[in-house]
């Protein structure tokens, strides 16, 4: 059937995306830059890319997310650069591993840039509708084996499209249910619809499904706010972007955001109003997000907490909207209202819209491949919240590496994954085939064992060439990153070969509490002390100064990577053998028809949870939850190992 709708049909296509959110954009955006032709299936043309909550990109490892789509080509740091009206490096008092870029973007201006994007993209092509059934055939492998492949999808307007591969990015629309309270509506989004069909056909085949509850705030009237009883915060004003490239910069107005707290009278009308607040009446019985909890269940969890900060957000430059973030909520109306208006500087605040919780389908992420293929159906890929997980850089990260995959699926077989060590999107993906979710998966530094590799900072250094050679990446990104890392060379081998004398540098030293030197020292040398930068040497040193201005690109990027290898070589060759030890489990590889069942000397729960997931690695088993030292002993043993 497949094969005779490619050929005759004229709506056939190598790749389809479904869902014009963040994971679909950057799916479809990568396959169809790769050379695949796409179909971009959306249920809104002017919502695609929308952010579904606040208006910002990054975060603590989120951050580190978008640099590294952006390394690997993806298109999510350069547009948040471009419609950026705050940028902010969080973590600037910790080490350069916990350094984590975030921004807030012109919400609207955000949308328009994924339009164009898109849209200018060659053999990307986007179609308005709701896609209510796959097109899945049997497969026979050999005369014993079969299986199942999809090839092609059904719209809600009856329209039949043919593609040898298929990407399910459907965010929250997947059954979605809004509570407002006791209120309750079908819907993705408020005021869109919610998508049926798909979740009842995938369980049918076979897919194991539940359900999730994120929620968002209300979005407040700025002239009804008193930003006089608020703190400011202001963003950096520094060479820090999200993308590598150096032709993309910040463009619009910059913009404050302001801190305010709830108070004990605050929490008393919260609480006065839990009885009716979906969360606790019985209403919501799907898991919620652990570490971005409703104001309802801060009150409860933190009952002894006499306040909680808040911040209000600037949605655009042109728009009026803030949004309250940290108060996210579901209770009924009027007590939302009633607790905006307890909480100083928002006395007289005016809703253009009232807080919700929205649940929706998701799939244990454990029936994916790292390719993010499905293991049930072939050349079918999942990214973004059907995979359990929730932030839109967590999307973003997934659907450029589903875009990736299904554009090698379509065309060889090859494959792309990145290993823990190597990105913060490789422990997203293992973290979620291997472990699966009891809660909605969000990225935190804490979650990466080797994070000093990991920074955000060098994931050009980490990714782009592998980008690069799979065809994605582009030569201009290629020429930079080359360019980038012969001057980071040429300006260490300076530094270790420049001398200073006393006399030159000591008044700079003392000015930071650092010992003076007695006649001289090399630069490098004085580097590696505490306080001291590449900046402060080179106003005192001439020669040094001369040299750093003599950097025609990126020089700001490459003083800060210079100082960083040099402050933090010891930690980061330590962490680099920890890695490559670990590595060897990686290597040693486990069959997918591995009998495990047939193996008694394992604990059952190892022999289920093995027969479940079925790891690729030992390294992957290692981390199965469940799976003890012992069981991996028992089949380092059998692997004679």
């Given at each position: ?9 004229s ?20 396959a ?29 490892a ?80 050999n ?9 092609g ?25 809004l ?37 968002t ?38 913009m404050?955001c ?19 607040s ?77 807080g ?10 454990t ?32 659907g450029?590496?589903?875009?990736i ?51 955000q ?41 420049t ?44 020669a ?7 950097i ?18 010891g ?23 591995f ?47």
């Open positions: 059937m497949c094969e005779w709708l490619h050929k005759v049909n709506r056939n296509y190598d790749i389809i995306v479904v869902g014009g959110g963040h994971a679909g954009n950057e799916s479809a955006a990568a169809a830059n790769m050379g695949s032709k796409v179909l971009l299936i959306t249920m809104d043309m002017n919502k695609i890319g929308q952010m579904s909550c606040n208006p910002a990109i990054g975060g603590i989120k951050g580190q997310i978008v640099r590294e789509i952006d390394a690997l080509g993806g298109q999510t740091g350069i547009i948040t650069d471009k419609t950026a009206i705050q940028f902010r490096m969080l973590n600037r008092s910790k080490g350069p591993a916990m350094w984590s870029p975030r921004s807030q973007s012109d919400r609207k201006r955000f949308i328009d840039e994924w339009v164009k994007t898109l849209t200018s993209t060659e053999n990307l092509y986007i179609w308005q509708d709701t896609v209510t059934e796959l097109i899945v055939k049997d497969k026979v492998e005369a014993s084996e079969r299986s199942k492949e999809v090839c999808v059904k719209t809600l307007l009856g329209i039949t499209f043919s593609a040898r591969c298929v990407v399910l990015t459907n965010g929250t629309f997947l059954g979605g249910l509570h407002f309270g006791r209120t309750q509506l079908r819907g993705g989004r408020i005021a869109e619809p919610a998508s049926f069909g798909l979740t009842e056909q995938l369980s049918a085949l076979g897919f194991i499904t539940a359900r999730m509850k994120t929620g705030p209300a979005r407040i009237d700025k002239h009804s706010i008193d930003f006089s009883r608020m703190t400011e915060q202001q963003g950096d004003n520094d060479n820090h972007h999200f993308s590598y490239l150096d032709t993309i910069s910040r463009e619009l107005k910059q404050s302001w801190i305010t707290y709830t108070n004990p009278h605050t929490h008393d009308i919260l609480r006065e109003g839990l009885p009716e979906p969360l606790y009446n019985g209403q919501i019985k799907s898991i919620g997000p652990r570490y971005c909890p409703s104001i309802e269940t801060k009150i409860v969890t933190f009952a002894d907490k006499e306040q909680h900060q808040l911040f209000l957000e600037p949605e655009g430059v042109d728009s009026n909207e803030y949004y309250l973030n940290g108060f996210s909520s579901s209770l009924p109306i009027d007590i939302q209202e009633r607790a905006i208006h307890s909480i100083k500087g928002l006395e007289n605040a005016v809703l253009y819209r009232p919700y919780a929205i649940e929706y389908d998701f799939f244990d992420p029936q994916l491949h790292h390719t993010l293929e499905t293991k049930l159906i072939k050349r079918l890929f999942f990214a973004g919240q059907i995979n359990g997980t929730t932030g839109y850089e967590e999307a973003a990260g997934q450029l590496i589903a875009g995959n299904a554009h090698l699926a379509a065309h060889s077989n090859s494959t792309f994954s990145l290993q823990r060590d190597e990105a913060y999107i490789g422990v997203l993906i293992d973290d979620l085939v291997t472990k699966g979710v009891d809660e909605p998966y969000r990225m935190f530094t804490s979650r990466a064992e080797y994070r000093i590799l990991l920074r900072d060098n994931a050009d250094k980490r990714l782009t060439e592998k980008s690069y050679n799979i065809g994605l990446a582009k030569q201009e990104r290629k020429e930079l990153l080359d360019y980038k890392q012969i001057n980071e060379q040429k300006l260490t081998s300076f530094l270790q070969e001398t200073c004398r006393g006399d030159e540098i000591n008044h700079a030293l003392l000015s930071v509490n650092s010992q003076p030197i007695q006649h001289s020292a090399k630069l490098f040398d004085l580097l590696l002390r505490p306080n001291i930068s590449i900046d402060l040497l080179s106003e005192h040193v001439p040094l100064k001369n040299y750093c201005d003599g025609e690109r990126v020089r700001d990027e490459i003083i800060e990577d210079v100082e960083i290898e040099a402050k933090y070589k930690y980061i060759v330590r962490e680099r053998q920890a890695a490559e030890k670990l590595q060897r489990l990686e290597d040693i590889r486990l069959k997918a028809d009998d495990y069942q047939s193996l008694q000397s394992l604990s059952t729960e190892a022999r289920q949870k093995l027969s479940r997931i079925k790891p690729v690695s030992i390294g992957q088993a290692s981390r199965i939850p469940g799976v003890s030292p012992n069981d991996i002993n028992v089949l380092l043993v059998l692997l004679g190992r």
